[in-house]
């Protein structure tokens, strides 16, 4: 018995040890992205190029996401206001959901999905056919010349993706709360351009999408780079970044809401 709770506590031992190792490995590699990046930047075109890879081709699934997340909004929101007489408050309800909290989060979670396992399953790929290796053997930095360009790519593209979603989300609102169910046009665009207000609302939903953004893919790009070179290793590494990411990105919202909420 007693040696049974010693192996128990040592596992748990040598996990909690294995996971500050882990979070300090990755603390390292962000700062060395963060260190050479200035030849993405000095190339601007690489980071245009994984910009394309990952913000142009998520967009088809984060704009019809962001409609149907609209029309949602719009129907239920109806439904709920209707019960208290505030139908013409659909629009505020819409615009309010999506900047503040929907857009960011749910675009972030889509981002996840679609473009950070692409850019894990590209890296893994990278580091099994030994291309990263055959860069240095080139004296080409491949931190420098492949990560670097993906990071800036992501970190950019996701604030832009965001905004798209609750624009998308805004007409979804619209078609279902004005053209279907018949809500005043004038109230629902007035009242949403009183409600919403640039700093407290626009501004903290692009600080959260940034935020985002840089947590997704600089996890993207961790587990991409550590993988294991092997078809399994490069499977798994795929899976803990959308695992991580996701829950990354909902512990996040939770800090960044409570801070914007004080106003601090």
Known sequence: ????????FS???RRVIDGIWRLGYAARFVALTLLRSGTSLARFGLVIREIYSSGVLSLIIIVVSGLFVGMVLGLQ???TLKTYGSEQSLGVLVALSLVRELGPVVAALLFASRAGSAITAEIGLMKTTEQLKAL????IDPIARIVAPRFWGGVISMPLLAAIFSVMGV????????VLIGVDDGAFWSQMQAAVDVRHDVIN????????GFAVTAIALFEGYDAPPTAEGVSRATTRTVVTSSLAILALDFVLTAFMFKGV
């Open 205 to 212: 939903g692009v600080i959260k999408s940034c935020v985002f």
């Open 1 to 8: 018995m007693m040696r049974m709770g010693v192996r128990f």
């Open 136 to 139: 240095e053997m080139m004296a």
């Open 77 to 79: 929101g109806y439904e």
């Open 11 to 13: 596992a748990i031992g």
């Open 171 to 178: 007409f979804g609102g619209y078609f279902v709360g004005v």
